[in-house]
C-alpha cells in the first residue's frame, strides 16, 4: 500500500472542520434531546435554540479531558489513565458516568468499572468521543479503533457503545484521506463484529438505502427492528447518525435529518457534523451555520459539570495543538504516516480495515495485569460482588509470553470473615484453599486457576479488598494482583399479594421500622441496584398482578441529602423512615441512572430527600400489572447531592453500609 501523506495545511483545515463541525451539530441537536425515544420524528431546518456561546457539551468537553491526559501522559495513554481524569475532571454523574465513577471509587478498574452493574453499557456516552482519537490518527484506522477502545471500555465494558466508539473513530480516521461516504462506511463497519447490534443497525440503514427506500421509511424500519426505549441507545443512534449522512443533500440539510431521526439527536448530529467537518476542512463549511457559535467551545466549567480543564477551549489553539499531537502520535507509533508541506493530502485512499486483533481476547470482565514477567488477568463470572447467601466465581488467568516455562506459587489472601474453594481438577485433595497451589506454566500458554468465595454477612463492606501473592521461581517477587469484591445488596421480599393495587390495603403496616425480620419473607441479595423481582410476580409458572414489598436498611456515617430512585416499568411508592416520600408519576420504561440534574431520572420515579445518621429504613411497594404488561423491573439508586453543581446530582454516595440489618447489628 503506498504510504498515507498528511499534508499539514490540509490537515489543519480539516481537524479545524471536525471541531466546528461538532459544535454545530451539537447546538442544533442538544434542545431536543430527551430520556425516552419518540416515534414521531422532529421537524428542524435551523437551531432551535441558539444562546450567546453555544450550548456546552459532553460530546465535546470530555474529549478536552482527554486531550489533556494524552499531552499529560504521552501516546501510549490506556484506559486506566482515562479513568483517572473521570475522578479528576467530570463532575456530572448523567447514565453510565455516574455509574463507572461508582465502580471506579470503590476500586474497580476498566474494562470492569464499565460492566458491572451498568444498565447503559449500550449507551451514548462512548460513541461521541471518538473524534480526538481519529484526529490524531488521520489515516491510521487501526490506531484510531485502539485509542477509542481504550476510551470506550472505561464506562462501557461489555456493550454495544464500545463498538460504537470504534465505528465513528475508524470512519473519521478514514475520512482525512478518503471522502466517499459507501467506502468510509465499509472501512467503519469491517472494524467491528458483524454479530453486533451496531454493525446489524448501521449495514440495514445502508441496504435500505440502496434499495430505495425513502428517508422516512429508512428510519421507520430502524426504529422498528432496533427499538429501545431509553434515547441513548446507541446501535439504533449510529443507525440514524448514518441515515442523516445517506439522505443529506449538504451540510446543514444532513446534520437536520440525523437530528429529526429523533433519539439522541446532539450526538447524532455533532458526530456527523464531525465528520463532514473533516471530508470537507473548515474551509468548505457553510458560514450560515458556523458563525453564530464562533470559534470558542462552550462548557460546564462555570456550572462546576467539569474541573481541572487545562485543554485550550478556542477551536483555533486546539486544532493547532492537535495537529501538533498527531505527529507525535504518528512517530510514537511509527504508523508510516508521512507529514508534510510540500506534497499533497493523500485523497481517494481506500485502507483496508480489519476487525482489531483486541476484540478477539477482550474480556470485559476481566482486569489484566502485567507483573513479574506474567501477564495476570482477574475474571469475575457473573458481576463483582461478594454476596451474603452465596459465592462470588472469580479466575485467575496465568500467561506465560516467554520461552520456557515458568514455575509458579500462587496463594489468595482473603478479608476477614471471607473464604473460598478452588476448583477440584486444579487444586490437590490435600490442599486447603487458603493454602499455596504449585503450577508450571509452559511457555507461550496460559493457565486458569477458579475460584468460588464466600464471606460471612456481617464482615461484608462496600468494598473488599483480596490479594493473589505469585511468586516464580529463581525470579524477584511480583507485586500482589489485587482482587476488588463490591459489597452487595441485602433485602427482603415479601410474598406476592396477588390483584392488589398500590391503594390496596395488604396487612403490612406500611409506616413501622422493622427491628425484627418480617414474617414470611425471604432474605435477597443482590450484586447491584437491579432489585431482581420479576419472579416474585409469578405463580404457577404464569405472570400475576400484585403487590410485592422490598425491605432495605441503610447505615449513612453522617446526615446527607442524597436522590432517591426506584425506576420501573410499571409503580410504585417509596417509604423511608416509615413515611412515604413518594410515589410513580406516570407509568415509563426502566431507565436506571443514579439520578441526575433538576428534572431527576426518569422524570418520574426519583425524589430528593434526606438520609439521617445512623439507620435508615428503605421500603418499596410495587404493583404489576400482569401478564398484560411486559415483566416486572425495577432498580433501586442512591445519588448524591452537590449545592455547587446542579449536575452533580447523582454522584456515587460513599460511606454507607447495606448489607446488614438493624436486628443483626
Given at each position: 500500500?503506498?504510504?498515507?501523506?498528511?499534508?499539514?495545511?490540509?490537515?489543519?483545515?480539516?481537524?479545524?472542520?471536525?471541531?466546528?463541525?461538532?459544535?454545530?451539530?451539537?447546538?442544533?441537536?442538544?434542545?431536543?434531546?430527551?430520556?425516552?425515544?419518540?416515534?414521531?420524528?422532529?421537524?428542524?431546518?435551523?437551531?432551535?435554540?441558539?444562546?450567546?456561546?453555544?450550548?456546552?457539551?459532553?460530546?465535546?468537553?470530555?474529549?478536552?479531558?482527554?486531550?489533556?491526559?494524552?499531552?499529560?501522559?504521552?501516546?501510549?495513554?490506556?484506559?486506566?489513565?482515562?479513568?483517572?481524569?473521570?475522578?479528576?475532571?467530570?463532575?456530572?454523574?448523567?447514565?453510565?458516568?455516574?455509574?463507572?465513577?461508582?465502580?471506579?471509587?470503590?476500586?474497580?478498574?476498566?474494562?470492569?468499572?464499565?460492566?458491572?452493574?451498568?444498565?447503559?453499557?449500550?449507551?451514548?456516552?462512548?460513541?461521541?468521543?471518538?473524534?480526538?482519537?481519529?484526529?490524531?490518527?488521520?489515516?491510521?484506522?487501526?490506531?484510531?479503533?485502539?485509542?477509542?477502545?481504550?476510551?470506550?471500555?472505561?464506562?462501557?465494558?461489555?456493550?454495544?457503545?464500545?463498538?460504537?466508539?470504534?465505528?465513528?473513530?475508524?470512519?473519521?480516521?478514514?475520512?482525512?484521506?478518503?471522502?466517499?461516504?459507501?467506502?468510509?462506511?465499509?472501512?467503519?463497519?469491517?472494524?467491528?463484529?458483524?454479530?453486533?447490534?451496531?454493525?446489524?443497525?448501521?449495514?440495514?440503514?445502508?441496504?435500505?438505502?440502496?434499495?430505495?427506500?425513502?428517508?422516512?421509511?429508512?428510519?421507520?424500519?430502524?426504529?422498528?427492528?432496533?427499538?429501545?426505549?431509553?434515547?441513548?441507545?446507541?446501535?439504533?443512534?449510529?443507525?440514524?447518525?448514518?441515515?442523516?449522512?445517506?439522505?443529506?443533500?449538504?451540510?446543514?440539510?444532513?446534520?437536520?435529518?440525523?437530528?429529526?431521526?429523533?433519539?439522541?439527536?446532539?450526538?447524532?448530529?455533532?458526530?456527523?457534523?464531525?465528520?463532514?467537518?473533516?471530508?470537507?476542512g473548515a474551509s468548505a463549511l457553510p458560514q450560515k451555520w458556523i458563525e453564530p457559535l464562533g470559534y470558542e467551545i462552550a462548557t460546564n466549567m462555570t456550572t462546576g459539570g467539569i474541573r481541572n480543564l487545562t485543554a485550550p477551549t478556542n477551536i483555533r489553539e486546539l486544532t493547532t495543538l492537535v495537529c501538533q499531537e498527531a505527529e507525535n502520535v504518528a512517530r510514537y507509533w511509527n504508523s508510516g504516516i508521512c507529514f508534510t508541506d510540500a506534497e499533497p493530502m493523500s485523497r481517494n485512499m481506500v485502507l483496508h480495515v480489519e476487525k482489531p486483533d483486541f476484540l478477539d481476547s477482550y474480556e470485559p470482565n476481566g482486569i489484566a495485569y502485567s507483573l513479574g514477567g506474567l501477564k495476570e488477568t482477574v475474571c469475575y463470572e457473573e458481576h463483582a460482588a461478594i454476596l451474603g447467601d452465596r459465592s462470588s466465581k472469580i479466575s485467575l488467568w496465568l500467561e506465560n509470553p516467554h520461552p520456557e516455562e515458568k514455575e509458579a506459587e500462587v496463594s489468595l489472601e482473603l478479608p476477614e470473615g471471607f473464604s473460598c474453594s478452588r476448583d477440584g481438577e486444579i487444586l490437590p485433595e490435600n490442599m486447603s484453599a487458603e493454602e499455596s497451589i504449585r503450577l508450571r506454566i509452559p511457555a507461550g500458554e496460559?493457565?486458569?486457576?477458579?475460584?468460588?468465595?464466600?464471606?460471612?454477612?456481617?464482615?461484608?463492606?462496600?468494598?473488599?479488598?483480596?490479594?493473589?501473592?505469585?511468586?516464580?521461581?529463581?525470579?524477584?517477587?511480583?507485586?500482589?494482583?489485587?482482587?476488588?469484591?463490591?459489597?452487595?445488596?441485602?433485602?427482603?421480599?415479601?410474598?406476592?399479594?396477588?390483584?392488589?393495587?398500590?391503594?390496596?390495603?395488604?396487612?403490612?403496616?406500611?409506616?413501622?421500622?422493622?427491628?425484627?425480620?418480617?414474617?414470611?419473607?425471604?432474605?435477597?441479595?443482590?450484586?447491584?441496584?437491579?432489585?431482581?423481582?420479576?419472579?416474585?410476580?409469578?405463580?404457577?409458572?404464569?405472570?400475576?398482578?400484585?403487590?410485592?414489598?422490598?425491605?432495605?436498611?441503610?447505615?449513612?456515617?453522617?446526615?446527607?441529602?442524597?436522590?432517591?430512585?426506584?425506576?420501573?416499568?410499571?409503580?410504585?411508592?417509596?417509604?423511608?423512615?416509615?413515611?412515604?416520600?413518594?410515589?410513580?408519576?406516570?407509568?415509563?420504561?426502566?431507565?436506571?441512572?443514579?439520578?441526575?440534574?433538576?428534572?431527576?431520572?426518569?422524570?418520574?420515579?426519583?425524589?430528593?430527600?434526606?438520609?439521617?445518621?445512623?439507620?435508615?429504613?428503605?421500603?418499596?411497594?410495587?404493583?404489576?400489572?400482569?401478564?398484560?404488561?411486559?415483566?416486572?423491573?425495577?432498580?433501586?439508586?442512591?445519588?448524591?447531592?452537590?449545592?455547587?453543581?446542579?449536575?452533580?446530582?447523582?454522584?456515587?454516595?460513599?460511606?454507607?453500609?447495606?448489607?446488614?440489618?438493624?436486628?443483626?447489628?
Open positions: 500500500m503506498r504510504p498515507v501523506r498528511i499534508n499539514r495545511e490540509t490537515f489543519r483545515d480539516k481537524v479545524m472542520g471536525c471541531w466546528l463541525g461538532k459544535n454545530a451539530g451539537g447546538t442544533l441537536g442538544e434542545p431536543l434531546e430527551g430520556k425516552f425515544g419518540q416515534k414521531e420524528m422532529f421537524h428542524v431546518d435551523w437551531y432551535p435554540s441558539l444562546p450567546e456561546g453555544g450550548i456546552p457539551n459532553d460530546d465535546l468537553e470530555l474529549q478536552l479531558i482527554w486531550f489533556q491526559k494524552l499531552k499529560e501522559k504521552g501516546p501510549g495513554i490506556t484506559s486506566a489513565d482515562l479513568a483517572e481524569s473521570w475522578m479528576d475532571c467530570v463532575s456530572y454523574n448523567f447514565d453510565e458516568y455516574g455509574l463507572c465513577k461508582e465502580n471506579m471509587q470503590k476500586g474497580l478498574l476498566p474494562p470492569v468499572s464499565g460492566w458491572h452493574n451498568n444498565a447503559f453499557k449500550d449507551c451514548m456516552g462512548s460513541p461521541i468521543r471518538s473524534e480526538i482519537w481519529a484526529c490524531i490518527c488521520p489515516g491510521a484506522p487501526e490506531r484510531a479503533a485502539w485509542y477509542a477502545f481504550q476510551d470506550a471500555i472505561v464506562d462501557h465494558g461489555g456493550g454495544e457503545s464500545v463498538y460504537g466508539e470504534i465505528f465513528n473513530a475508524v470512519l473519521e480516521s478514514c475520512a482525512f484521506v478518503n471522502s466517499d461516504k459507501f467506502e468510509l462506511l465499509k472501512a467503519a463497519l469491517s472494524a467491528i463484529p458483524k454479530s453486533s447490534r451496531t454493525f446489524q443497525c448501521v449495514k440495514k440503514s445502508i441496504d435500505n438505502y440502496h434499495a430505495g427506500m425513502e428517508y422516512e421509511a429508512n428510519r421507520n424500519d430502524l426504529v422498528e427492528h432496533f427499538y429501545h426505549p431509553v434515547a441513548q441507545y446507541s446501535p439504533l443512534n449510529l443507525g440514524f447518525q448514518t441515515i442523516g449522512w445517506l439522505y443529506g443533500e449538504d451540510f446543514g440539510d444532513a446534520i437536520c435529518k440525523a437530528v429529526n431521526c429523533g433519539w439522541d439527536t446532539d450526538c447524532t448530529a455533532a458526530t456527523l457534523g464531525a465528520v463532514l467537518g473533516i471530508i470537507g496460559k493457565v486458569i486457576l477458579r475460584y468460588e468465595i464466600s464471606a460471612d454477612p456481617e464482615k461484608i463492606h462496600e468494598t473488599n479488598l483480596c490479594w493473589f501473592r505469585i511468586r516464580i521461581k529463581g525470579e524477584p517477587v511480583i507485586p500482589a494482583v489485587p482482587v476488588v469484591l463490591t459489597g452487595g445488596r441485602r433485602w427482603m421480599v415479601s410474598e406476592l399479594f396477588e390483584d392488589r393495587t398500590l391503594d390496596d390495603d395488604c396487612g403490612i403496616c406500611e409506616e413501622q421500622i422493622f427491628l425484627t425480620a418480617p414474617e414470611g419473607w425471604k432474605e435477597q441479595w443482590n450484586p447491584g441496584n437491579d432489585l431482581q423481582v420479576s419472579g416474585c410476580f409469578e405463580k404457577d409458572k404464569n405472570r400475576k398482578s400484585g403487590i410485592v414489598y422490598a425491605l432495605h436498611q441503610i447505615y449513612s456515617e453522617e446526615d446527607r441529602k442524597v436522590v432517591l430512585g426506584v425506576p420501573n416499568n410499571g409503580y410504585m411508592k417509596l417509604f423511608l423512615n416509615g413515611q412515604m416520600i413518594h410515589r410513580t408519576k406516570e407509568k415509563v420504561p426502566l431507565r436506571a441512572n443514579l439520578g441526575n440534574g433538576g428534572a431527576l431520572g426518569d422524570l418520574s420515579n426519583y425524589v430528593v430527600t434526606e438520609l439521617k445518621k445512623g439507620w435508615n429504613q428503605i421500603l418499596i411497594k410495587m404493583q404489576s400489572d400482569g401478564a398484560e404488561s411486559e415483566p416486572y423491573m425495577a432498580h433501586f439508586t442512591v445519588g448524591g447531592m452537590s449545592d455547587v453543581c446542579v449536575k452533580n446530582h447523582g454522584m456515587p454516595v460513599m460511606g454507607l453500609i447495606r448489607s446488614r440489618f438493624i436486628w443483626g447489628w
